[in-house]
């Protein structure tokens, strides 16, 4: 099995997705969001790119089954109904729902990676699922990070080096990119301590300072869920 990484949507872009089973990780927080929201009955998320595009496609359905969820400046957008927070997508709020997302980086990621034959959801919090799903699919692997704004990030890399080294240690004998080993290398400097990573992160110090330290503690509990979100035809929702 081949396994590559992607450090941000712009490097995803001038890689062939063909044939591979891509695993699109935004572990602060879009990825993450996604999980929490569809095991509370979420039922699907339709990623978006701008804005705009939300709000186009929102009165294109005038429906109260779709809300529009997501964040700038990992604050929520104007006039959408939840932001980017997985403690925003309580069973009360999303059950039966679908929600219209666009943000920073996550939804990029997730536009960016339509072309691939499958796309999985990734993150800590169902690290061990997902790797089964990825064993399970013989397929060549791309990783694909949404980083910060075209740009890498620590927490999304560390996570992707997660998934290397459980396919490793799951017998694969894997053909690793230079980027999957680096992530790798990275993983195994963190592995001990993920919350101390993603408190150490640029994205992760930001969301302490503007209050949401929750969600980076929520983000790093590792295998706190089985289900991995699939992201097929514009939608992302669990498949089983
Ligand atoms: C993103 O997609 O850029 C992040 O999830 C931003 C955030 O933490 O809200």
């Known amino acids: ?21 891509v695993v699109v990780i935004d572990v602060l927080r879009a990825t993450s969001t996604m999980i929490v929201a569809l095991e509370n009955g979420c039922q699907a998320f339709i990623p978006v790119a701008t804005i705009e ?3 186009k496609l929102a009165a294109e359905f005038r429906d109260s089954h ?13 006039g959408f109904q939840l932001g980017n927070s997985p403690r925003d ?13 666009s943000t920073t980086n996550g939804t990029r990621a997730l536009v960016a990676a339509r072309q691939a034959t499958i796309v ?12 089964q799903r990825l064993i399970e699919g013989k397929r060549d692997v791309l990783i694909a990070c949404s980083g910060e704004k075209e740009l890498f990030c620590l927490e999304d890399t560390v996570c992707g080096g997660a998934v290397v080294s459980s396919l490793e240690e799951a017998g694969l004998g894997l ?12 993983y195994k400097q963190f592995q001990g301590n993920i919350y101390q990573m993603l408190l150490t ?19 790093a509990q590792i295998d706190s869920f089985n289900s991995v979100p699939v992201s097929r035809e514009g939608k992302v929702y669990l498949d089983r």
Not at 5 to 14: G, I
Not at 122 to 128: E, V, W
Not at 210 to 217: N, T
């Open 1 to 21: 099995m081949k396994i590559d990484l992607a450090f941000s949507p712009y490097e995803l872009e001038k890689k062939d997705l063909r044939e591979k089973a």
């Open 53 to 55: 595009d939300a709000k």
């Open 66 to 78: 779709f809300l529009l969820g997501g964040e700038r400046q990992a604050l929520p957008i104007e």
């Open 89 to 101: 997508y309580r069973p009360e709020k999303v059950k039966g729902k679908t929600v219209i997302m």
């Open 120 to 131: 999985f959801i990734g993150a800590f919090l169902n690290l061990s699922a997902l790797c």
């Open 175 to 186: 053909l690793k990119s230079d980027s999957a080993l680096a992530a790798q290398i990275l």
């Open 201 to 219: 992160s640029e994205w992760g110090q930001y969301l302490e300072r503007i209050g949401l330290g929750e969600d980076v503690r929520l983000c």
